[in-house]
């Protein structure tokens, strides 16, 4: 068929280096190829589905997630139920609670998302919503 | 043996963890070291558990100054020699090599000075070996070196990072690829215990002969032999992949050592190391230093309390014409005060009082660190002192920042595991000095020790003869020797060093070939180190074949094939083509999994559940809400003092340093954070104040602790220039004591620890 590609045709289509490639295969990202041994060849499928691991990514989503989504899975539920929440009062009629158990990587993207959120919905008469950090 | 599955390398009962499949079996670093540097064979023993052909990838970090050579693949009947060559050929031979079924090897270099080391086509039950050569430098110090080698990788912050725990005990970073390419981090284990076995068997060469050779890291076993080489190897049997070898050698004598041998017809190569004490002293001026203090999650425990303790000892160091800054930082900066500060007894109160409410959390913008120290100091001269263990990504970035600041850097790294060749890179691109210590070593002293090297060079605008590459340093520092590489035509034997206000020459010995060999590959890997972190921001991100076009890459390709050493634009390949070879079978691709750094808390870094789950958390499940009042930027400041918020980040610290018996250091270090801003002990008045002082002074001394020696020189400065202004002649048998090292007897450490020491004491000891 004409749109069989070798593994080279595949990575140059995905922008994906061959290597990665194979990893997404032996960690069940993306099915093998469609033959075996000299004449192994990728389809459009697999293109199709290196696009969606991708765009994925692109959301923040790490391959250990992806696999389970693509697979079908149910996110899996934290066995430890949050014991405490960080209550945030960015205006006087909003609150936002998070988790306070988050690693310290996540703190920093959830804290952003939360002064993002605060100043949109800051009064535009706040002359000091632009003033820098001391 | 239990059953495995065919596809996990996880531990498969639980944290039983007997059984694990292991891609990479031993790592086993061998070599020669030199004080200017190392010359490293790593040997990586490859076996295929699988079903079908394995394709296994090691990821590592460079050490500081560090370059690949070659590596040699060998197994059942065979043995390859690597080429070097472009980056895009070798990935292209490589590729070509697994697509016929062959055996393929790939080392290619990344940012940060991350290596991917890709052996692909292992066939089932296969044992391959890799002997991979490499260049390493030193921290050189003015009486020894420290050489450090890493066996893992610290898992490292960046802003667009990914990071989340699979399983219990194993966890996965992800770095954007639109930055870092195609690199593979590996998994990080919680415990390290059944992962590949590591170690080491050294030889250490050597000018000056041993005081000490020992290991903060390991424990070693050391064969000195006269002025032969040293063996240092591994006291166990082997080790476990958390944390890096560190090895400190000190010499009985501080000396210039020069080391050389013939190259290429009629040319010999060098490397000079001499001393800081060569060049004179450092004239006294007032200083202005900010101290950074990086308070990111990762410095959770032991490191960040080490770092309290060292910024303490630092301040007491400052006199009455300094000034200070204190800066903490994680994801946000924070500071004592938005000026520097006059020293004085109620602004180092304040310091403390902050230091001691700074909490370890969030992520590491060291830029955001370094830039707002920059902005007190306002162009206006001084210095900054970093604290960090250096776990970020995008090293280039921030270096490209740094230079721009314009103000030299100096670092403290503290960590148990490699981002040596980062802060070294950070220092010396700035025109600083960095050391990096372990978190069970004395960090305080330590900081001390780098502190005493800050304020005025010893000596600067140094000139030499012969062709010195790269540059000699602009400055030289108290403490910290010049390192110079550079070659000679055959009939020169001298090297001429001048600089403002003094010169030397030291003689260049004839040497012999593998020396001069050895000494030309580390000049390459030290400049090739240098260049790689001079990509600009756009150029690194930028696909291979833009790049190419890149000064620093053309730079890069060239001092490659000079040397013959790898860079980020040349790696190095090998394909083995055997009977038997299947084309187009698709290998299992593993990366092999190191163990988390030791004192590095690994629930800290992987929260449970993952953060990514996390933002997908349960509605309606029952909580119990801890208020925490949010106010926009720049008043934000989240009270850490929250009972939820502090046992998260507590209870996993469990430091056993309280707990034994106080050594000369610690008193000594409890006895320096005394001072006064005038440089005296504090007392009643001028008698009391007097006697302690000279007490003090005789405790440092006799303990080893002159003017010119030990961590605790600037301390024994300060004590002598307040005994000076005293103007007693009673008080010069003390003040010649700091020089001289003799001191009269008694048991002075005893009587400088008493409260109050009696002047007629202290007057009968010094007429005797």
Redesign the interface.
């Known amino acids: 068929m004409a749109d069989e590609m070798t593994l080279a045709e595949l990575a140059d289509a995905s922008g994906l280096a061959a290597r990665t490639i194979r990893f997404y295969i032996a960690r069940g990202l993306l099915g093998g190829p469609v033959k075996a041994g000299r004449a192994a060849a990728y389809t459009a499928e697999h293109l199709a589905r290196l696009e969606k691991i991708k765009k994925l990514q692109a959301q923040g989503r790490m391959l250990s997630e992806i696999g389970r989504s693509l697979a079908g899975a149910v996110p899996e539920r934290s066995a430890a139920p949050p014991t405490a929440w960080w209550q945030h009062v960015i205006a006087d009629d909003v609150v936002v609670m998070t988790r306070n158990d988050v690693s310290p990587w996540r703190t920093k993207q959830i804290r952003e998302a939360i002064d993002e959120l605060a100043r949109s919905l800051r009064p535009t008469s706040d002359a000091d919503g632009k003033r820098s950090r001391k | 043996m239990t059953s495995t599955t065919a ?1 996990s390398f996880g531990p498969l009962a639980g944290p039983g963890r007997e059984t694990i499949r292991l891609a990479m079996q031993r790592l086993w670093l061998t070599g020669r070291i030199l004080p200017a540097g190392a010359h490293l064979i790593v040997q990586h023993v490859f076996r295929s558990e699988e079903e079908k052909p394995l ?1 296994v ?1 090691y990821s590592f970090p460079l050490p500081r100054d560090a370059a690949l050579r070659a590596f040699r693949i060998t197994g059942d009947g065979f043995e390859v020699h690597s080429d070097l060559i472009e980056t895009e050929a070798a ?1 292209k031979a490589y ?1 070509r090599g ?2 016929e079924g062959s055996l393929a090897a790939l080392a290619r270099q990344y940012g940060d000075g991350v290596v991917n080391l ?1 052996v692909g086509n292992v066939r089932p039950g296969e044992t391959v070996t890799v002997r991979l050569e490499l260049l390493a430098g030193v921290e050189s110090h003015d009486d020894g070196f420290r050489f450090r080698f890493p066996f893992t990788l610290a898992p490292a ?1 960046h ?1 667009r ?4 725990r ?1 399983s219990e005990d194993e966890a ?1 970073v ?1 770095l954007p ?1 639109d930055e870092f ?2 690199m ?1 981090l590996p998994p990080f284990r919680k415990d390290a215990a059944g992962l590949h076995e590591v170690g080491f068997d050294l030889s250490v060469l050597h000018q000056l002969p041993f005081e000490e050779i020992g290991s903060p890291s390991h424990s070693i076993r050391v064969k000195p032999d006269g002025m032969a080489p040293a063996r240092v190897a591994l006291a166990a049997e082997k080790d476990v992949p958390n944390r890096d070898l560190v090895l400190d050698v000190r010499f009985k004598e501080i000396a210039a050592q020069v080391l050389a041998g013939p190259t290429t017809e009629g040319v010999r190569s060098f490397a000079a190391i001499i001393p800081s004490t060569l060049f004179g002293a450092s004239p006294k001026t007032a200083r202005r230093t900010v101290i950074v203090l990086d308070r ?3 410095m959770q425990g032991a490191p960040i309390e080490q770092a309290r303790k060292a910024i303490d000892a630092c301040l007491a160091v400052l006199g009455e014409d300094d000034s200070f800054g204190l800066v903490a930082f ?4 924070e ?1 004592l005060h ?1 000026t520097l500060l006059p020293v004085s007894s109620e602004n180092r109160e304040k310091a403390r009082a902050f230091l001691g409410q700074v909490t370890a ?3 590491t913008v060291l830029a955001a660190g370094f830039q707002e120290a920059a902005r007190m100091l306002n162009g206006t001269g001084g210095d900054i002192l970093i604290l960090t263990d250096g776990q970020v990504a995008g090293t280039e970035q921030i270096l490209a920042q740094a230079r721009a600041t314009n103000i030299r850097l100096f670092c403290l790294g503290i960590a148990s595991a490699s981002q040596d060749r980062f802060l070294s890179l950070l220092a010396r691109e700035t025109g600083g000095v960095s050391r990096f210590v372990t978190a069970r070593e004395r960090v305080d002293l330590a900081a001390v020790d780098l502190f005493a090297s800050m304020g005025q060079p010893v000596a600067s605008g140094l000139k030499t003869s012969g062709n010195v590459q790269p540059e000699p340093p602009s400055a030289v520092f108290a403490g910290n020797p010049v390192v110079l590489f550079g070659e000679f035509s055959e009939g020169s034997q001298m090297l001429d060093l001048a600089w403002d206000g003094g010169q030397m020459s030291l003689p260049v010995p004839a040497g012999d070939g593998e020396t001069g060999q050895t000494v030309r590959l580390l000049q390459g890997s030290r400049l090739i180190t240098d260049w790689e972190s001079r990509y600009p921001a756009e150029q690194a991100l930028a696909p291979l074949e833009k790049r190419k076009q890149s000064r620093v890459a053309e730079r890069l390709s060239t001092l490659s094939r000079t040397y013959g050493l790898a860079s980020r634009e040349m790696s190095l390949v090998a394909v083995v083509k055997r009977a038997g070879d ?10 092999v999994p190191v163990g988390m750094p030791q004192d590095v808390k690994f629930d ?11 933002a ?3 509605r309606g ?10 106010t ?3 008043e934000v400041r ?1 009270s850490f003092g929250l009972a ?2 502090r046992g ?1 980040f507590r209870k996993s610290h469990t430091p056993d340093l309280d707990a034994k018996v106080e050594s000369t250091d610690d008193v000594l270090l409890d006895l320096a954070s005394q001072l006064e801003p005038d440089g005296g002990m504090p007392g009643q008045d001028v008698a009391d104040r007097a006697a302690r002082s000279v007490a003090v002074l005789l405790a440092f001394v006799a303990a080893g602790r002159t003017l010119t020696t030990g961590a605790f020189r600037s301390h024994v400065a300060r004590l002598v220039r307040y005994l000076k202004s005293l103007n007693r002649e009673i008080l010069d048998v003390a003040i010649r004591a700091a020089g001289d090292g003799r001191v009269p007897p008694g048991d002075w450490l005893a009587i400088a620890r008493t409260a109050s020491v009696p002047w007629s004491q202290v007057e009968k000891a010094l007429t005797v």
């Open positions: 596809t394709e990838i990935i590729e697994i697509a890709t912050y802003a990072m990914k990071a989340a699979v996965e992800e690829s390419g195609d593979l990111s999650g990762s994680s994801n946000d900066v500071s938005p959390a969030g992520g299947r084309a187009g079978q698709i290998p299992t691709t593993r990366v800290a870094y992987f929260a449970v559940p993952p953060p990514v789950l996390a997908m958390a349960p499940c029952v909580m119990e809400a801890t208020q925490a009042v949010y926009p930027k720049p989240q939820g918020f998260i």
